[in-house]
């Protein structure tokens, strides 16, 4: 494979947009990795052959060099960067209460076959 710069350039912008908590997560910094000449060639040899033979997303294929290299999880394995969704009146609340979305795309539980003491209110998942 010829190592091609435009794609050195292209992992430098994909590493400067993403967090600095995702470096700090294994004891690095991001000022630091961008410093490091061997490191950030190492970064691009994994970075080009995933974009240029797999067709992979650059972003993905950028922090997929980074968990190869120094074990920094993947978008995969966090979900939430951000807690403002546990926060009272945050999303998932907002999703949990009484009407909210997720019961009002829950269809109503059909009881009908069950004993009366089953398909009272208290077993009834949609009251």
Not at 3 to 27: H, Q, V, W, Y
Not at 39 to 52: A, D, P, R
Request: a negative charge; proline letters at 8%.
């Amino acid at each position: 494979m010829i190592m091609e710069m435009s794609f050195l350039g292209d992992l430098r912008e994909e590493i400067n947009a993403m967090p600095n908590f995702l470096f700090s997560l294994k004891g690095h910094r991001k000022e630091d990795v961008l410093n490091d000449d061997a490191v950030m060639e190492q970064l691009w040899c994994l970075y080009q052959k995933s974009v240029q033979d797999y067709d992979c997303d650059p972003d993905w294929a950028a922090r997929d060099a980074l968990k190869d290299v120094f074990g920094i999880p993947h978008d995969d394995e966090l979900h939430i960067t951000d807690p403002a969704w546990r926060r009272p009146g945050g999303l998932l609340q907002q999703l949990l209460q009484p009407g909210g979305a997720a019961q009002r795309a829950l269809p109503a539980p059909d009881l009908s076959g069950y004993p009366g003491r089953l398909a009272g209110p208290a077993y009834n998942v949609s009251s």
